[in-house]
């Protein structure tokens, strides 16, 4: 799978917008764009993904540039549960046999 | 469903001794896999079963650890002669179409 790159960490205030930045130039035409998250002592939580267009539901937003080299994850209006390490993931095998390939993510800090 | 279950949440065992984790699954779902991560990294993948058959595994997975999923419900993650490398959290992962749903996973202490 093509890789992604995050900034390590990020900081916003509770009830302020988020925006998680993630790259991927190498993204290929038949890749969907994944973001999970990762609650302390929890395991990853699936939040939303994509493919060409933006994406909306009840957790976040997904915007994808038009020439899907990156893409940028939307909290509307975080909370202190939001707290998390965001990760970005390429993945083109539908869930195929070796799953999704993690990076290090985004550590999100809410400040109260 | 009460989503993706681990037992045991933690264990701690001396180096050596044999453990073996355990996964229930959404009962749904066909494929499932094993993830092992470090502490800041993110999750790795280890293995793969679409049903009952172990379709693939990573090279972590040494000859040390072996997977399986009986009839294609519960999983079970046996590592033998462990090593403190090995401690680490152990997280099950089932799937049936493009998201998956994670355990809350089992922590392993090698000491």
């Known amino acids: 799978d093509a890789k992604t790159t995050q900034p390590n960490s990020m900081e916003s205030n509770e009830e302020e917008p988020v925006h998680l930045p993630c790259n991927h130039s190498?993204?290929?035409?038949?890749?969907?764009i994944h973001w999970y998250r990762q609650l302390p002592s929890q395991g990853p939580e699936y939040v939303i993904h994509?493919?060409?267009s933006n994406v909306n539901n009840r957790m976040a937003s997904l915007a994808i540039a038009e020439d899907r080299k990156s893409s940028t994850l939307i909290l509307h209006r975080a909370t202190l549960r939001d707290a998390a390490v965001y990760y970005c993931?390429?993945?083109?095998?539908?869930?195929?046999?070796?799953?999704?390939?993690f990076g290090k993510g985004t550590h999100l800090i809410i400040q109260p | 469903d009460t989503g993706v279950s681990q037992d045991p949440r933690h264990k701690i065992t001396k180096r050596g001794q044999n453990v073996t984790f355990r996964c229930d699954p959404i009962?749904?779902?066909?494929?499932l896999y094993w993830y092992r991560q470090t502490l800041g990294q993110g999750p790795e993948f280890l293995t793969y079963?679409?049903?009952?058959?172990?379709?693939?595994k990573s090279r972590l997975l040494s000859d040390r650890f072996s997977a399986e999923r009986p009839k294609g419900s519960f999983s079970t993650l046996e590592i033998q002669r462990t090593e403190q490398g090995d401690s680490a959290m152990y997280l099950c992962?089932?799937?049936?179409?493009?998201?998956?749903?994670f355990g809350s996973g089992t922590r392993l202490t090698v000491v």
């Open positions: 190498t993204i290929s035409g038949t890749d969907y």
């Open positions: 079963f679409q049903n009952e058959a172990q379709l693939e």
């Open positions: 993931i390429l993945d083109n095998s539908g869930g195929g046999a070796d799953g999704l390939t």
């Open positions: 994509g493919l060409t």
């Open positions: 009962s749904e779902h066909n494929r």
């Open positions: 992962a089932s799937s049936s179409d493009v998201s998956y749903t």
